[in-house]
Nanobody, 113 residues
Framework: QVQLVESGGGLVQPGGSLRLSCAASGIRFSLVSMGWYRQAPGKERELVAS???????YYVDSVKGRFTISRDNAKNTVYLQMNSLKPADTAVYYC???????WGQGTQVTVSS
């Protein structure tokens, strides 16, 4: 079965950095688009970034220039490098295979001094 396992979340001060990882299994990873969503308390889940099989990327405006999504098809892993973090980035971050019902369990990112 398909499994998505996120890691790399934690507590960081404003201006700091984190790198999230999502290891996928049970899918032909190199052929699918992957995405990172986030959900803050009391807010709807939003798409943060996505990457197609060919490598083209999308970012929500609020993270452009700060976050970078990438993938390593040899490791079946997608990454989200998050720099210049702000308190507004605090949320649970989820990995997903785009256009499917496959989601990871989520990893908490807290940006606070």
């Amino acid at each position: 079965q398909v499994q998505l396992v996120e890691s790399g979340g934690g507590l960081v001060q404003p201006g700091g950095s984190l790198r999230l990882s999502c290891a996928a299994s049970g899918i032909r990873f190199s052929l699918v688009s992957m995405g990172w969503y986030r959900q803050a308390p009391g807010k709807e889940r939003e798409l943060v970034a996505s990457i197609r099989s060919g490598g083209s990327t999308y970012y929500v405006d609020s993270v452009k220039g700060r976050f970078t999504i990438s993938r390593d098809n040899a490791k079946n892993t997608v990454y989200l490098q998050m720099n210049s973090l702000k308190p507004a980035d605090t949320a649970v971050y989820y990995c997903t295979v785009r256009d499917t019902t496959y989601w990871g369990q989520g990893t908490q990112v807290t940006v606070s001094s």
